[in-house]
Structure formats: C-alpha cells, structure tokens
C-alpha cells in the first residue's frame, strides 16, 4: 500500500507541474537540490525476497538512498528511493520523521516526503518475513536504523545544496525484457524521464519511472546487489548529476525475462534502460509550470 501510495503521488506531482499554464523559469523561485550514499548490508545480514536463512556473503554492487528536494519558494516535497526489498509503513513513518526534523532552511512537514523501493530481491529484508526460519524476523536492527538515519541524512543534505533549476521530460519504451508473468497481453513498456536543470543547462537530477522486478538475480544468490538496478544507475553515469530510478507498477508480476540468472544478464538489462533513457533525453519537452501542488488524505 505504501508503495502504491507513493508511485501515485509521484505521478500526481509530475502530471501537476505538466499543467499547461504560462511558462516558469528558474527566476520564478523552483529549486532542486539531490543526494545519495550507499545502503550496504553487512555480512551475514539476511537478504529478503526468496527463501528463509538467505544470509549476505558480500556486496556486488552498491545499494543507494537517494534523494530530491523540490522547493518553489513556498512550498516543497522530497521523493525518496532506497535500494531494498520493500518500505514498510513504520520505516517510511520514521524516514519522514527523521528527515523532516533535520530540515530547517524551508518548510517540509513528513508527509510531504514519499518514499519508495526499487523492489530488489538482493537487498536486505526490511519487512521481516525472510529470516532464518518463518518464526524469525529477519529484520536486523542495526541496518534498519541505519536505513532511516542515512535516508533520512539525504533529504536534509538535498535541501543544503537547493539551486535554481528548470525540468524538462521525455517519453521512450524499453521493449525486449520486461514480460507479465499474470497477464502477458498487459503490459506497459513506457519509461518516463523527468531531468532537472541548472541555469547552465547540466543535468542536476534525472528520475527514471519504468515498471519492472529487479529480479533476474534469484535465491541462490547471496551478494547483495541491486540487480538489473545497479547497472542502470552505471550507465546513467554517462550524465553529470545524481539518477533516481522510481519502479512502476509490477504488482502483476512484472519482472524481466531470466534465461540465466547471472550478473551479467542484469548488466545487459540495466545497460539497456540505460541507453534508452540517455537517447530520449536528447530530445525533451520544457515544462511549462513548476508550482508545487500537495494533497493529501488519510483512509
């Protein structure tokens, strides 16, 4: 549910500052500020996502909290992304907690900051069903406090580098890999960009929304990685500032095609939403206004 929540939001803000009403510019007060740092489990802390006792032997590749900040001089709102299994209500409760008591330069109360997970099935179990039997949480305290402290620590660090920005977005598809296991004839092969500019026109922040598991690596593995995730986010590279990877809806099983489940399987993968988003982003669409609008309901 939270999850939902969060990629509705998400979508909200986009289709919001698409409204087409007189063109804003970075005069007019919209600011953007990012930041990320690594999430990497222990040894021995258990990975969630496959079988029970599945304990990490090491990292193949970084898992991320990132984050951004956007702030049109009134108003603001923070999308946070972690490389893990799922966020739970309690550690986004907490996330937002810990984040909007470190800001103190602009206005962000805790519900304006959603958070969300890439889905990864390498990451450590933060919802706590994958422990070393089915009696057992395997929700290992240490990490899941340090999981708020450093989500948390990225928004308040976002908010300190806030600079004048314009956004700009694109469309493409990433057709090939992605397959509906539940429905095969139902599937959305989209990708959206949303790309936040300085007023030099360098790339400050990308987010990247395409719907798929990051699940070609399976249960016998215990690196913990990001998956196919890991590899977008190197290819992304190829751009100056900091890519945020926002998951679709997967919850019909959307996942990719896993002939092997190798490393370099989700190298191939990763690189080729890589490339993909890199292409569209040679030919994007200004938005036209960049006001911040945030509703908000409980039930």
Same mark, same amino acid.
């Given at each position: 549910?939270?999850?939902?929540?969060?990629?509705?939001?998400?979508?909200?803000?986009? =289709?919001?500052?698409?409204?087409?009403?007189?063109?804003?510019?970075?005069?007019?007060?919209?600011?953007?500020?990012?930041?990320?740092?690594?999430?990497?489990?222990?040894?021995?802390?258990?990975?969630?996502?496959?079988?029970?006792?599945?304990?990490?032997?090491?990292?193949?590749?970084?898992?991320?909290?990132?984050?951004?900040?956007?702030?049109?001089?009134?108003? *603001?709102?923070?999308?946070?992304?972690?490389?893990?299994?799922?966020?739970?209500?309690?550690?986004?409760?907490?996330?937002?907690?810990?984040?909007?008591?470190?800001?103190?330069?602009?206005?962000?109360?805790?519900?304006?900051?959603?958070?969300?997970?890439?889905?990864?099935?390498?990451?450590?179990?933060?919802?706590?069903?994958?422990?070393?039997?089915?009696?057992?949480?395997?929700?290992?305290?240490?990490?899941?406090?340090?999981?708020?402290?450093?989500?948390?620590?990225?928004?308040?660090?976002?908010?300190?580098?806030?600079?004048?920005?314009?956004?700009?977005?694109?469309?493409?598809?990433?057709?090939?890999?992605?397959?509906?296991?539940?429905?095969? *004839?139902?599937?959305?092969?989209?990708?959206?960009?949303?790309?936040? =500019?300085?007023?030099?026109?360098?790339?400050?922040?990308?987010?990247?929304?395409?719907?798929?598991?990051?699940?070609?690596?399976?249960?016998?593995?215990?690196?913990?990685?990001?998956?196919?995730?890991?590899?977008?986010?190197?290819?992304?590279?190829?751009?100056?500032?900091?890519?945020?990877? =926002?998951?679709?809806?997967?919850?019909?099983?959307?996942?990719?095609?896993?002939?092997?489940?190798?490393? *370099?399987?989700?190298?191939?993968?990763?690189?080729?939403?890589?490339?993909?988003?890199?292409?569209?982003?040679?030919?994007?669409?200004? =938005?036209?206004?960049?006001?911040?609008?945030?509703?908000?309901?409980?039930?």
């Amino acid at each position: 549910m939270n999850k939902t929540l969060a990629l509705l939001l998400f979508g909200f803000l986009v =289709l919001q500052l698409c409204a087409i009403v007189p063109p804003a510019s970075a005069a007019d007060g919209l600011q953007v500020g990012v930041a990320s740092a690594t999430i990497n489990p222990l040894k021995g802390t258990f990975l969630g996502g496959y079988d029970y006792n599945r304990r990490s032997t090491g990292v193949h590749d970084d898992l991320f909290a990132k984050a951004v900040v956007f702030y049109d001089g009134e108003s *603001a709102v923070a999308l946070v992304v972690l490389d893990s299994l799922s966020v739970q209500y309690d550690t986004t409760q907490a996330i937002r907690a810990a984040a909007s008591g470190a800001v103190t330069r602009i206005p962000l109360p805790p519900e304006r900051i959603i958070v969300q997970s890439t889905h990864a099935h390498c990451a450590p179990d933060t919802i706590g069903i994958y422990g070393p039997d089915q009696m057992t949480t395997g929700r290992v305290p240490e990490y899941m406090e340090r999981l708020v402290s450093t989500a948390a620590a990225q928004v308040a660090r976002a908010v300190e580098v806030l600079q004048p920005a314009r956004l700009v977005h694109t469309r493409t598809e990433c057709v090939g890999w992605a397959v509906n296991d539940s429905e095969p *004839a139902i599937l959305d092969n989209s990708v959206t960009v949303l790309q936040c =500019l300085d007023a030099e026109g360098k790339s400050i922040a990308t987010l990247t929304n395409f719907a798929c598991h990051p699940t070609v690596l399976d249960g016998d593995t215990t690196l913990s990685s990001a998956d196919w995730v890991g590899s977008f986010y190197a290819t992304m590279a190829a751009l100056p500032g900091e890519h945020l990877f =926002l998951q679709g809806a997967v919850g019909c099983w959307i996942q990719p095609e896993t002939p092997e489940r190798t490393f *370099a399987l989700a190298k191939k993968y990763g690189e080729d939403l890589g490339k993909k988003t890199l292409a569209a982003l040679e030919n994007t669409t200004p =938005l036209t206004d960049t006001k911040i609008r945030f509703a908000r309901k409980i039930f």
